[in-house]
């Protein structure tokens, strides 16, 4: 069985467990970030890295909330990669930060029954 992409231990005990809180945390990155992706796949292809790394900065709050361990430092790599305008690497990084985000995200949608009240 593989494991899960998300972990929100931290988002329980910095929320003190709060089911409200919890849900609408996990809904506002279920609808988020699809959104966000789509810019950073967009301003990546028009050659916008400071956007690209602004975007991801924006990101970077929401993966620690939902404990995508897998994404902490990949976050911190496109950031630095795209303000250095070391592109080579970018591509395949988004590529991987997408599915794992895609997943984290189904994997939300499964959770979100639970918190909802």
């Known amino acids: ?35 966000d992706m789509e810019n950073m796949w967009f301003h990546f292809k028009n050659e916008e890295y400071d956007d690209v790394a602004n975007l991801i900065h ?3 709050p ?3 909330f939902m404990g995508i361990h897998e994404l902490k430092d990949m976050v911190v790599e496109i950031e630095d990669n ?13 590529k991987l930060f997408d599915k794992i985000c ?11 029954p639970l918190y909802k009240k």
């Open 1 to 35: 069985m593989e494991s899960k992409s998300i972990d929100l231990t931290f988002l329980k005990e910095m929320s003190e467990n709060d089911s409200n809180f919890i849900a609408d945390l996990i809904q506002s990155f279920i609808t988020q970030i699809p959104k």
């Open 102 to 112: 895609r997943k984290a995200i189904a994997e939300l949608l499964d959770e979100l």
């Open 58 to 60: 924006k990101i970077k």
């Open 82 to 94: 795209a303000k250095k305008r070391q592109i080579d690497p970018i591509e395949d990084q988004l």
């Open 62 to 64: 929401s993966i620690t």
